[in-house]
């Protein structure tokens, strides 16, 4: 049971003391969350097929503003964007590029698990090399 208070003591030491997030409730265990060798597997390839993904979407996308593919995929993923964005993302040396983080939100299920967001912003990328660490 100390070993298991040290480690919690430790954990709850790291967190932020200031800035985002800071002052935050967060739930702990001394132990690191198991998972199976098999999901384990799924996740190291979790980044090339989310990148197959990815590259299939822009693909979508560039056909549906050609129209070889329906228009409303376009006009979904223009909306609420300034013209002048949708322009320079049009341009071909940036039409093909892909973020360079992609960051799945991952809910698990009793089956296995789905993939709820994605999130390409690195934002929240500070946050899981902390806690990472932790």
Not at 26 to 48: C, M, N, R, V, Y
Not at 67 to 81: C, F, I, T
Not at 85 to 97: G, I, M
Not at 98 to 106: E, F, G, N, S, Y
């Amino acid at each position: 049971m100390l070993v298991q208070d040290e480690k919690l003591s430790s954990i709850r030491n790291a967190f932020p003391k200031k800035g985002l997030f800071a002052e935050k409730d967060w739930l702990t265990s001394p132990d690191p969350f198991p998972i199976e060798k098999k999901f384990l597997a799924e996740l190291e390839q979790l980044g090339h097929r989310l990148l197959i993904f990815q590259r299939a979407c822009n693909q979508l996308y560039q056909l549906s503003v050609k129209g070889k593919q329906p228009a409303w995929v376009a006009h979904y993923l223009d909306a609420g964007k300034p013209p002048e964005l949708v322009e320079f993302s049009r341009q071909k040396q940036f039409r093909d590029l892909v973020p360079a983080i992609a960051r799945p939100d991952l809910i698990l299920t009793e089956s296995g698990y789905i993939i709820a967001e994605i999130d390409s912003v690195p934002g929240g990328i500070g946050l899981t090399g902390w806690l990472n660490q932790t």
